[in-house]
């Protein structure tokens, strides 16, 4: 409908949220819920989209978050414990859209129980030059988001893209106490940016996992056209595991590539890619 849509509802809350408005969207939650359909699919907005789950709260997207119009604007996504995005379930620009449009998705946000973030087949995620962030805490950017029950690993993409343009990506990530990697990129999954934006990715793996995992399939960080700086930090012994076996993992760009590794080295399969100056 026309004008913004703000909703705070801690006590009873709505279970499947879909929208499509004139402005923004700020909807605050109890408990859990899902992006999905109900008169309409998903979520469609031409100014900012606030989402959050407040107690043991999870955000399910199944349908797509889209940006519509020409102003830059900012998707944020915050879950007291685990963000996922379903198969499929894409966030960016709907057709005739211009403009950035930075996406948060901010786990665990209470820092108490732990929450993940999970991106699942098929979901694009496109900031069109916007920033990306994941992570966890009150600040996604110093904090990572952490591996919570069946999902032990703190951010994972599963078959999934996160696509920046010229916009800058930091992904932090730690696993779950019993045991999770910091940050996996799995089957085919792409971290992709152009020009100098900066790609940081910082894993803290538990209970001997790895702190930052790029295994099954193809999976790439940076790209052809990426010409910023790349910094993989893992903080533990758990080691960083860059392609195993047949896999192929790519880290390109033009800038400069760093990887920090606390404890456990670098392990760097027979298809694995480290490239600046292509």
Known sequence: GAGSFALSNPGKSIITLAADTTNSISYTSGTSFIIGTVTTSGLSSPG???LTALGAGDITVSSNIQKTGSAAQTLTIQANQNIVFNNGADAGLASGATNNYNVVLNAD?????????????????????????????????????????????????????????????????????SGGIGVSLANNSTITSTGTASIQITG???????????????????????????????????????????????????????????????????????????
């Open 109 to 177: 946000r209470d820092a108490t129980a732990g929450g993940a973030i999970q991106v699942n087949t098929g979901t694009v995620i496109n900031s069109n030059g916007g920033s990306i962030t994941l992570g966890g805490g009150s600040n996604p950017l110093s904090t990572g988001a952490v591996g919570l029950g069946a999902l032990a690993d703190g951010v994972l993409l599963d078959n999934a893209q996160l696509i920046s343009g010229a916009g800058n990506i930091s992904i932090r990530g730690a696993g779950a106490a």
């Open 204 to 278: 803290t793996g538990t209970a001997g996992s790895s702190d930052i995992r790029l295994a099954s399939g193809t999976n790439i960080i940076g790209g052809p056209n990426a010409a910023g700086d790349i910094l993989l930090n893992g903080t533990t012994g758990g080691g960083m595991v860059l392609g195993t076996g047949g896999d192929t993992a790519t880290i390109q760009t033009t800038g400069n590539i760093t990887l920090n590794q606390a404890g456990g080295g670098v392990s760097q399969g027979s298809g694995v890619l480290l490239a600046t100056g292509l």
């Open 48 to 50: 900012d989209i606030t």
